[in-house]
């Protein structure tokens, strides 16, 4: 007993130590995020218990987190966007796979929180340039001043508390909808106990045009909005959308087209009724 003991301290001090510093206050009403190292992996935390983002270190721009490979499936609609928006940087995943494999995009991060920005280079997001800038600011106010803009956007925006209540009201998804270019898409992580509330806002935004897709094994819901209609009619061709990607890229989404197909096939059944 006395060496499980023992050995169940040094556990709990080496958690500690990888853990880095508690969450501390930074702006008011923020918490600080920390870093926790692992063997195989670095994640971006706000509390002991729960990772808002996970990298393998020697895979930066991976894509580890299933609901962050079904949010690119809305590259099935569009598999070269050329303006990419982004809400809420976090670890950068999504953002670090859009840089690295979709090189003819631009890419606008905006991030509320200075901690996280302040952790990009611990996560190997890359420096801004050409194509990338991260931009500290509100995602609601930095999404309703950019009408028409994205091709395609990625929300994932969270704090210690859940989805920001800015980022959960009606008036914010009709500026999303509103953000999109012609035939642009939305696609929206919903990790909350609310989210048929968020699912409802998105319909009345969109006119119904929401595809939800249960992520097996989580908690999430991924749900894709777009305006107009994207893709033509007939059977989608998820061979095609895939081959438009480079082949690293599409090794990690070879699974997520057909099951994104599967849900508009499933969504146009029901509207031809």
């Known amino acids: 007993m006395a060496a499980d003991h023992g050995k169940g301290w040094l556990k709990r001090l080496a958690d500690r130590l990888r853990a880095g510093p508690p969450?501390?206050?930074g702006e008011p009403g923020l918490a600080r995020p920390f870093v926790r190292r692992g063997w195989r992996?670095?994640?971006l935390q706000f509390n002991a218990a729960d990772a808002q983002s996970r990298m393998l270190w020697f895979q930066p721009d991976r894509l580890l987190i299933d609901y962050t490979r079904?949010?690119?499936?809305?590259?099935?609609?569009?598999?070269r966007p050329a303006r990419i928006g982004v809400i809420g940087l976090g670890g950068g995943s999504q953002v670090k796979f859009c840089h690295r494999h979709?090189?003819?995009?631009?890419?606008e991060v905006v991030e509320n929180n200075p901690g996280v920005i302040a952790l990009?280079?611990?996560?190997?997001?890359?420096?801004?340039?050409?194509?990338?800038?991260?931009?500290?600011?509100?995602?609601?106010?930095?999404?309703?001043?950019r009408p028409g803009r994205f091709d395609l956007l990625l929300v994932d925006g969270y704090d210690e508390g859940g989805i920001p209540a800015v980022l959960s009201t009606q008036r914010y998804y009709e500026d999303c909808r509103?953000?999109?270019?012609?035939?642009?898409?939305?696609?929206?992580?919903?990790?909350c106990a609310d989210a048929d509330r968020h699912v409802n806002r998105l319909r009345r935004a969109f006119d119904e045009r929401v595809l939800v897709l249960e992520e097996p094994g989580q908690s999430n819901r991924v749900a894709f909005a777009w305006v107009g209609d994207p893709l033509p009619p007939g059977p989608i061709d998820v061979h095609g959308a895939l081959a438009k990607l480079p082949p690293k890229a599409r090794s990690q989404l070879v699974d997520v087209f057909p099951r994104v197909a599967r849900g508009l096939g499933r969504i146009r059944v029901q509207r031809s009724r």
């Open 23 to 25: 969450p501390e206050a």
């Open 41 to 43: 992996t670095t994640s």
């Open 70 to 79: 079904t949010m690119m499936g809305a590259l099935l609609f569009n598999p």
């Open 102 to 107: 979709l090189l003819h995009s631009r890419i």
């Open 120 to 145: 990009r280079r611990r996560f190997r997001v890359p420096d801004d340039d050409a194509r990338l800038q991260v931009a500290l600011g509100d995602g609601a106010n930095w999404v309703r001043e």
């Open 178 to 191: 509103n953000a999109l270019a012609p035939h642009g898409v939305m696609a929206s992580n919903l990790y």
